[in-house]
């Protein structure tokens, strides 16, 4: 099938979703398994405070708030939990707190209207900012920023989420202390998809079973092999307790022609592999071997590449042993947890 296909299903029992663009998986979403997701905003208890920030009691769990270096232990904070737990270790927080809609983000604390950049147009940035100014007229305690989903959407429909979110602001500031609670929870898989995924024109689907049905659940399968095919060799991705080590193999051509295709072929295809196994953290690339010369090359495809990609990645550059590293935010469960 053309364009863009969401389908809501479960896989293994929990909550998951799956983007399909032009029939082929791009994105896979499944239920964090934990109440200390990232997004969930909490009221904590300061546990202790270390050097450079503080531990944090949390309904379920610890986390830890850098820079609450001076907060003294007892005091309630609200805070956010900022990316996946790893196992074992607290879950990293943050106190600017955000609240996310689909069209608009509430930022308390900030000052201002913001557009984003990708809303081209002057007279629909102008309509935009309208629709918010009407809505926010009332309440100037808060940063708002519109986001590009709010392109082509009616303003009523607009001027509903930023009251909503407001509204939600002012109740998760007007409970500042008390014991530890989970004042607004991590959107669910099925959420998150409509929210992040769902636009006009898109083929939403929410049948039980539409995973088999549509080739999904084989698509998935796959995905339990560290090897996915390129069209000239092939990309291993295999996640350790440190890192994630990936290799590019260019197959029976060692030319390094045959390397520089190969490594073009897997940075298009390396944030699709990390989305769907749900990898972040630190990433090593062993590219195949190729001229230095080409490294440029490389690095604006991998750049091109991630900037559709919507989980955070930065480009750290290469390594005295001629890898290539990268930073990836922790926001999703690992398939392999799963699977």
Sequence with gaps: MKGRQIVLDTLRGLPAAALLIDGKLDDLLIDPGTALAPGAILRGTVDRAVKGGAFVKLPGGQGYLRGGGTLKPGRSVLVQISSRPEPGKAAPLSNRLVFKG???????????????????????????????????????????????????????????????????????????????????????????????????????????????????????????????????????????????AIDVNTGADFSPAAGLKANLAAARELPRQLRLRGLGGQIVVDFAPMPKKDRRTLEEALKKALRADPVETSLVGWTTLGHYELQRKRERRPLHEVL
Excluded at 113 to 127: D, M, P, Y
Excluded at 141 to 146: L, M, S, Y
Excluded at 161 to 190: I, N, R, S, W, Y
């Design 102 to 244: 689909r069209t608009v983000i509430i930022t308390p604390g900030a000052e201002g209207i913001n557009l984003s950049r990708q809303i081209k147009g002057e007279e629909e940035r102008a309509r935009l900012r309208s629709a918010v100014d009407t809505a926010a007229s009332a309440n100037t305690a808060h940063g708002i920023v519109v986001r590009t989903a709010a392109t082509g959407t009616k303003a009523d429909e607009i001027a509903k989420e930023v009251d909503q979110f407001l509204a939600q602001a002012d109740l998760v500031l007007a409970a500042m202390t008390g014991a530890p609670e989970v004042m607004v929870p991590a959107p669910g898989t099925h959420e998150l998809a409509r929210r992040e995924w769902l636009a006009d024109g898109d083929d939403l689907v929410e049948d039980p079973g539409a995973f088999d049905a549509l080739g999904i659940s084989d698509a998935i399968e796959a995905l339990r092999r560290v090897e996915a095919p390129l069209p000239n060799g092939s990309i291993t991705v295999e996640p350790t307790r440190a890192l994630v």
